[in-house]
Nanobody
Framework: QVQLVESGGGLVQAGGSLRLSCAAS????????MGWYRQAPGNQRELVAL???????VYPDSVKGRFTISRDSAKNTLYLQMTSLKPEDTSVYYCNIYVNDMPYWGKGILVTVSS
């Protein structure tokens, strides 16, 4: 199996920034669709940012212009740069990577944005 480990979460004040990392145990490339999701208590898991196979990037309106997804294939790492954070961004964030057409998930990491 592919193991994914998120890091970089924590507590930040509204308006601040955090950079999440997702380290994969195997190589990643443009052939792998990968993204970040989040799930707050009582809510469904929602897409935060996605790099589609082929490289197209999509964001939902809730984070567009504030979050940036990127990857470093040499380091087998997916990133999520979050800026202008809002209290409603508070959630557990999960990375997801498709490898050989199978989805793999990290355990999740907590991001708390205080007002």
């Amino acid at each position: 199996q592919v193991q994914l480990v998120e890091s970089g979460g924590g507590l930040v004040q509204a308006g601040g920034s955090l950079r999440l990392s997702c380290a994969a145990s195997k190589s990643i490339s443009s052939g792998n669709a990968m993204g970040w999701y989040r799930q707050a208590p009582g809510n469904q898991r929602e897409l935060v940012a996605l790099i589609m196979r082929g490289g197209n990037i999509v964001y939902p309106d809730s984070v567009k212009g504030r979050f940036t997804i990127s990857r470093d294939s040499a380091k087998n790492t997916l990133y999520l740069q979050m800026t202008s954070l809002k209290p409603e961004d508070t959630s557990v964030y999960y990375c997801n990577i498709y490898v050989n057409d199978m989805p793999y998930w990290g355990k999740g990491i907590l991001v708390t944005v205080s007002s």
